[in-house]
């Protein structure tokens, strides 16, 4: 029987770090967008963007990753992927801004391409919820976007 292909965004994250999240996932790309910074946040979300009205976080996840600031303080990239999520089912789509490198590429992903996640950085064991094998840049994690835009619950999650 023949693999089915899912249709996906595979995401530049800044630092060699490549991730990917489901086609409907990605809803909007924004060019230089105007972020304001957050005072005593973590370093890898300091900043928020409005879009549509709404307020968002704006996730670095190759700082994250890096486990320290690989902009300047105030600092913003100049594209940002607008990613819906549901925390749980039978809510409503919750938005957030993932800092990119380049444009997103469309891809197809197979369950024969499924593999284990990259051992390093650690800190994709809590951000992703799979991983799979892109031909160019090896292991691709999957986000798990409701967990990455989750507020965590003690400070030692902080650097998760």
Not at 80 to 107: C, E, H, K, S
Not at 135 to 158: M, Q
Request: hydrophobic letters at 40%; proline letters at 11%.
């Amino acid at each position: 029987m023949p693999s089915i292909s899912k249709p996906a965004w595979l995401l530049s994250l800044g630092n060699g770090r490549y991730a990917a999240v489901g086609q409907l996932h990605l809803t909007h790309l924004l060019t230089n967008p105007e972020c304001f910074n957050v005072p005593h946040s973590p370093f890898y979300c300091q900043q928020v963007c409005v879009w549509q009205g709404n307020i968002l976080p704006v996730m670095n996840l190759a700082s994250r990753l890096a486990g320290q600031p690989l902009l300047q303080q105030g600092e913003c990239k100049t594209l940002l992927g607008i990613v819906a999520f549901q925390a749980t089912q039978n809510q409503p789509p919750q938005y957030g801004g993932v800092l990119l490198d380049d444009m997103p590429a469309r891809i197809d992903v197979t369950d024969e391409q499924a593999t284990e996640l990259p051992e390093h950085p650690p800190g994709w064991q809590t951000l992703s919820s799979a991983c799979f094998e892109h031909p160019d840049h090896g292991p691709v994690p999957i986000l798990n976007l409701p967990a990455i835009f989750s507020i965590p619950t003690s400070r030692e999650n902080l650097l998760t």
